[in-house]
T-cell receptor
């Protein structure tokens, strides 16, 4: 089945620093999505990417859809304490298809 | 609130009992997904509806699991003869196009 690899698994960063996380896949996808999940809650959609090479920003978040369609990265700039959470990447081959998720990157922001 | 709504938020049940969860998607969304998430993992796909038609089921969905979306609006997920291994967060998501929006989940604990 489809498997998405996220690295690193956890990150401890100082408040104000930038943080980047990566997601790779053995399969190609037509859509890449980044979600944030906090304890006891469902994942919240942060950014959706629809075209290979696309670079999209949402506030302090920037994500890119890799040219090969097998990878994506998410960058958080000037981290703040409320950025704490688990960030998941998800790939989707088409609108009628399931989302395949990675295992997540846990981000801890140290004040 | 116009987001995806799940009920109940938490359920504790004894092994062998049946449980049913409900999901109300975003009203104009025709696609509805069920996912399961265990600790330290990303959401794993269970099943998917387009309107009232169940189009895809994962191998994770054993014969003890059944999902319905009778009128193409809300959906129910039933687990019969629950086992301890069924303990997880059950997530519902809805979509009108690419990507998906998740509810807050139902946390099931089987004791």
């Amino acid at each position: 089945g489809q498997q998405l690899n996220q690295s690193p698994q956890s990150m401890f960063i100082q408040e104000g620093e930038d943080v980047s996380m990566n997601c790779t896949s053995s399969s190609i996808f037509n859509t890449w999505l980044w979600y944030k999940q906090e304890p006891g809650e469902g994942p919240v959609l942060l950014i959706a990417l629809y075209k290979a090479g696309e670079l999209t920003s949402n506030g302090r978040l920037t994500a890119q859809f890799g040219i090969t369609r097998k990878d994506s990265f998410l960058n958080i700039s000037a981290s703040i304490p409320s950025d704490v959470g688990i960030y998941f990447c998800a790939g989707q081959f088409g609108g009628n298809n399931r989302l395949a998720f990675g295992k997540g990157n846990q981000v801890v922001v140290i004040p | 609130d116009t987001g995806v709504s799940q009920d109940p938020r938490h359920k504790i049940t004894k092994r062998g009992q049946n449980v049913t969860f409900r999901c109300d998607p975003i009203s104009e969304h025709n696609r509805l997904y069920w996912y399961r998430q265990t600790l330290g993992q990303g959401p794993e796909f269970l099943t998917y509806f387009q309107n009232e038609a169940q189009l895809e089921k994962s191998r994770l969905l054993s014969d003890r699991f059944s999902a319905e979306r009778p009128k193409g609006s809300f959906s129910t997920l039933e687990i019969q003869r629950t086992e301890q291994g069924d303990s997880a967060m059950y997530l519902c998501a809805s979509s009108q196009g690419l990507g998906a929006f998740f509810g807050q989940g139902t946390r099931l604990t089987v004791v």
